[in-house]
């Protein structure tokens, strides 16, 4: 009896045994199913549909990783131009698709930050590529995309603005739009072998007229008695003196540079050219010492480089001496302006002729930025 009931509580658990392995299996090949549909993703399942949206966000994530990276690409080759970073970049510098990735780029003392964003699948992701500056080697190094799933306001620093709607076209009357023109690559002028000699001094400008409200030769005024020279040197003979608040004839003016200016370059750099004349940008060196002139007003002046005369745009932070070291992250730095003495050719009401100094608190030139009325009196006006 007892080997009856033996038999059959093992038969009971022989059959329970089976029954657990037969449910396992059926749920291992389930599972085992369900992934190989996954995995091919053929839309079968919801969890492919998941996959589908997740994919979507990967490709944009991608996209603005790769325009970070020709980011640092473009701003590298612009730097060893120019020497500085720059927020305009090219489509073809980027190589990007603006219907798909915005960019922005932020300049800051020390780096520069570009961050992207995505147009594709509605995607809160954004992308981010920091470049600081070394201050030893004065390079930008580039770090690696980093990207999470955040918003950033790119408003006002905006690279390149959201594509517009498109608008339905008719390609049969729609005229091909010609392709954008590569920029073409920076000429500089050979200005020979590296020479810091100055140019002698004084160094002359004759007939000279600075700046937007120079009024040059014509009726003048003095505000208080000066004295007309026989020539141009101070302590030469007095000819006749104007009295204050009287009129006197300015014929010519002189400029003569008693010491020039001095730009020095921290590191290599290219100064940028003048519109529509890109062989004149200049490739300086930290070898090399700029000699400033005389300016002819808005920012535009004469400069001594290498030996020879040029023209240009002042490209550097115009600041006293002392100033200096509050810039250390500028390429170009002013360390002292022109030292100039203006000389007028000056004529009297009796006809006589002379040199004066020109003084703005001594004279007024009449122009439309300096009416006489500030110098004549009452009487004389």
């Known amino acids: 009896m007892k080997r009856a009931i033996i038999f059959v509580v093992a038969a009971v658990v022989l059959v329970g045994l089976a029954a657990a392995t037969r449910s396992l299996r059926q749920r291992v090949s389930e599972t085992a199913a369900d992934l190989k549909l996954i995995n091919g993703d053929t839309g079968d399942v919801m969890a492919s549909a998941t996959y589908q949206r997740f994919a979507v966000r990967r490709e944009a994530v991608h996209d603005m ?8 690409h473009a701003e590298s080759v612009w730097v060893a131009d120019s020497g500085r970073p720059t927020t305009r970049l090219t489509l073809q510098e980027i190589a990007m698709d603006p219907n798909k990735v915005r960019l922005s780029v932020w300049i800051l003392r020390d780096r520069w930050v570009a961050t992207a964003g995505s147009f594709v699948g509605n995607t809160t992701m954004s992308c981010m590529i920091t470049a ?3 201050t030893v080697t004065w ?16 408003t006002v620093f905006a690279l390149f603005p959201p594509p517009p709607a498109p608008v339905p076209k008719d390609p049969a009357r729609e005229p091909q739009a010609p ?12 200005w020979g072998p590296v020479n810091n000699r100055p140019p002698v001094m004084p160094y002359i ?4 007229c600075e700046g937007e409200g120079c009024a040059g030769s014509g009726t003048w005024a003095a ?11 101070l302590g030469a003979p ?16 002189d400029i003569h540079v008693e010491a020039p200016g001095l730009v020095v370059f921290r590191h290599p750099m290219s100064n940028r050219s003048d519109e529509g004349n890109e062989v004149d940008s200049i490739a300086f060196t930290p070898a090399d010492t700029l000699y400033l002139l005389n300016s002819h007003g808005e920012g535009y ?11 240009g745009y002042q490209f550097w932070r115009d600041i006293d001496a002392n100033e200096v070291t509050k810039y250390p992250a500028d390429t170009a730095v002013l360390v002292r302006r022109p030292k100039t003495t203006h000389w007028v050719h000056a004529r009297n009401a009796a006809g006589q002729e002379g040199w004066i100094v020109f003084d703005y608190q001594k004279m007024a030139t009449g122009g439309y930025m300096d009416e006489l009325e500030r110098c004549l009196h009452p009487a004389k006006r």
């Not at 392709?179 to 050979?190: E, F, G, K, N, Q």
């Not at 505000?223 to 040197?233: H, N, P, S, T, W």
């Not at 002046?301 to 023209?311: H, N, S």
Request: charged fraction near 25%; aromatic fraction near 8%.
């Open 65 to 72: 990783q790769a325009a970070l990276l020709h980011v640092a």
């Open 132 to 134: 600081m500056l070394d």
């Open 139 to 154: 390079r930008y190094h580039a770090g690696q995309p980093v990207c999470a799933e955040a918003s950033f306001d790119d």
């Open 179 to 190: 392709a954008d023109p590569l920029r073409a690559p920076r000429h500089h002028r050979d």
């Open 205 to 208: 400008v004759k007939n000279a």
């Open 223 to 233: 505000c208080i008695d000066v004295a007309a020279l026989r020539e141009k040197r």
């Open 238 to 253: 007095v000819v006749f003196t104007v009295q204050g608040g009287e009129k006197f004839t300015a014929l010519t003016i």
């Open 301 to 311: 002046l004469v400069w001594w480089f290498r030996g020879q005369a040029g023209e």
